[in-house]
């Protein structure tokens, strides 16, 4: 069964800066992508950035210059490091696994850290 734990999230003042964690783990399916979405209340669930497994990224608009997306894949765990942080990056931070199954992929969810910046 697969697990994705997730930490690193709080409460910081704008302009500071949270590292966000994901370890993914229980299946012997290789992942193919990682990522990480956030969902503010009231509002859809928004990708924020991807990494692929040769590392290439991709980034949200609103975060490009100022979030870092990473991964260690002997660790299976994917980070997001998140600096110059705004209120309006204020939401839920979900992290998502992409497995290939060998014929078909398959996504998994992690529970969710809550990141709050005050102004």
């Known amino acids: 069964q697969v697990q994705l734990v997730e930490s690193g999230g709080g409460l910081v003042q704008a302009g500071g800066s949270l590292r966000l964690s994901c370890a993914a783990s229980?299946?012997?399916?290789?992942?193919?992508?990682m990522g990480w979405y956030r969902q503010a209340p009231g509002k859809q669930r928004d990708l924020v950035a991807t990494?692929?497994?040769?590392?290439?990224?991709n980034y949200a608009d609103s975060v490009k210059g100022r979030f870092t997306i990473s991964r260690d894949n002997a660790k299976n765990t994917v980070y997001l490091q998140m600096n110059s942080l705004k209120p309006e990056d204020t939401a839920v931070y979900y992290c998502?696994?992409?497995?290939?199954?060998?014929?078909?992929?398959?996504?998994?969810w992690g529970q969710g850290t809550q990141v709050t910046v005050s102004s």
């Open positions: 998502n696994v992409r497995y290939y199954t060998g014929t078909y992929y398959t996504d998994y």
């Open positions: 229980g299946t012997r399916f290789s992942i193919n992508a």
């Open positions: 990494i692929t497994s040769g590392g290439r990224t």
